[in-house]
């Protein structure tokens, strides 16, 4: 009697465990796989061309810009020959002899401009600058004609869809004619800020000191180092 009702309540427990197993044996079943994943990092793209930084006008693109600063007025234009490759054209009106603050005198200069956009994380962009040129100053006495040399590494850096910010090493090499004249190395550090106002229209800062090496002309000590600046203000239009 007593093993019967035994043998009784361990078939009870026994099913109502399997009872109590189903509904959560079935709802792990008909629970969806939800794959756990991280959130991928924001990616700041800026509005996808620059002129101080690494990237390019963008194919087919044309860009106006104007500068205002020490030492020159300048206008340039730049096409977007590919969507990593620029040609363009600088023209400008020079008040200061190659940077030298202690060399004021007026001059003009016309150059071809290349840029390269070597490398864009979203991050980080990377571009190559390179260009050739003529110039010439002038004085009451003589005219000092030259040929310019503009050569560049960019670095951008966007930190939001507005705003860039930029640095790199320019070589801005020179020549000039005469009994002074020869070959000039100037190395310049330079950083910048970018802001766009909308997807076409962009304001600039930018700074660049350096040592000038080898200095040439007659305005300065012949093979003499010297300090080069620069400083301007800039605005450019999407066209």
Do not use: C
């Not at 099913?15 to 796989?33: E, H, K, R, Y």
């Not at 930190?159 to 002074?180: K, M």
């Not at 304001?203 to 400083?231: C, D, R, W, Y």
């Amino acid at each position: 009697m007593h093993e019967s009702t035994r043998r009784t309540r361990q078939a009870v427990l026994v099913a109502a465990a399997m009872l109590a197993a189903v509904p959560v044996s079935a709802g792990a079943a008909d629970a969806p796989d939800t794959p756990i994943t991280a959130s991928a990092p924001e990616i700041r793209q800026g509005q996808g061309w620059s002129l101080l930084g690494g990237s390019t006008s963008g194919d087919g693109a044309n860009v106006l810009a104007v500068n205002v600063g020490f030492p020159s007025v300048a206008v340039s234009f730049f096409r977007g020959v590919t969507s990593i490759q620029d040609f363009g054209l600088r023209i400008a009106f020079n008040y200061g002899y190659e940077r030298l603050v202690t060399a004021i005198f007026p001059g003009l200069r016309a150059e071809g401009l290349m840029r390269l956009r070597l490398l864009d994380t979203g991050r980080v962009n990377l571009g190559v600058k390179g260009g050739v040129g003529v110039f010439a100053y002038f004085t009451p006495t003589f005219t000092l004609p030259g040929i310019s040399i503009p050569l560049a590494v960019a670095v951008g850096i966007p930190v939001g869809s507005a705003v860039a910010l930029s640095t790199g090493v320019d070589l801005p090499l020179f020549i000039t004619f005469g009994p002074t004249g020869g070959f000039s190395v100037p190395v310049l550090f330079n950083a910048g800020l970018e802001y766009w106002l909308d997807k076409r229209w962009q304001t600039s800062l930018h700074f660049k000191m350096g040592p000038l090496l080898n200095t040439t002309g007659p305005f300065v000590p012949v093979g003499s180092a010297q300090i080069a600046f620069e400083v301007g203000l800039g605005t450019a239009i999407k066209l």
